[in-house]
């Protein structure tokens, strides 16, 4: 079983709509979460940090529930820049920074 | 933040060779990793580059074969040694400027095919 494991999609939708990732992490010690966007033939950028108490950037709703070890990503009112890979990424504790990457969710979004 | 450049930005090489990978940062920087993106895959860490220090190493990846230099706070190659086909990957370097926010800054990626 992989550490992170997102739907791979791709989520096909049409300009305007809201559009939800979920994500699920296995080790129960992991302490930080982000959510990073990858467009293609490009490097990974930071989206946004996932707090326990959910946050918000703009159309970007992202929220952690620890108990269930669950993760989610919400976008509203998708623009067509919004097409692009989105990984769930996990880090462990202590010092190391070391990131677990899910394989990604591909988001389409149609004119 | 960090500004990072990687070269080659991609490469072609023959089964057999060795392909080294410069990766260089605009700032000093405590940790420096090297990643492995294989084609519809995501990203796995190969190793974190220690500067002054052997280079430590995740599950399934030896030093033999991913050979890792970090002369300076600046400054990391990732060595892919004795190529075969299934090391076609793209090859990132990333910097953790800050350990608090567990940020990662990527460079492009170093695209590499083997035949």
Not at chain 1, 63 to 92: G, P
Not at chain 2, 29 to 37: A, E, G, H, L, S
């Amino acid at each position: 079983r992989k550490e992170v494991e997102q739907d791979p999609g791709p989520f096909n939708v049409p300009e305007g709509a809201t559009v939800a990732f979920n994500c699920t992490y296995s080790n129960s010690a992991s302490q930080s979460f982000f959510w990073y966007r990858q467009d293609c033939r490009k490097e990974p950028k930071l989206l946004m940090s996932v707090y326990s108490s959910g946050n918000e950037d703009g159309r970007f709703t992202a929220q952690l529930n620890r108990a269930s070890q669950y993760i989610s990503l919400l976008i509203r009112d998708s623009k067509l820049s919004d097409s692009a890979t989105y990984l769930c990424v996990v880090k462990h504790g202590g010092a190391t920074n070391k990131l677990i990457f899910g394989t990604g969710t591909l988001l389409a979004v149609q004119p | 933040s960090a500004v990072i450049s990687q070269k080659p930005s991609r490469d072609i090489c023959q089964r057999g060779t060795s392909l080294t990978i410069q990766c260089q940062v605009d700032s000093q920087v405590t940790m420096m990793f090297w990643y492995r993106q294989q084609p519809g895959q995501s990203l796995t860490l190969i190793a974190t580059a220690n500067q002054g220090s052997e280079a430590t190493y995740e599950s399934g990846f030896v030093i033999d074969k991913f050979p890792i230099s970090r002369p300076n706070l600046t400054f990391s190659t990732l060595t892919v040694s004795n190529m075969s086909p299934e090391d076609s990957s793209i090859y990132l370097c990333s910097v953790s400027p800050s350990s608090n926010t567990g940020e990662l800054f990527f460079g492009e990626g170093s695209r590499l095919t083997v035949l």
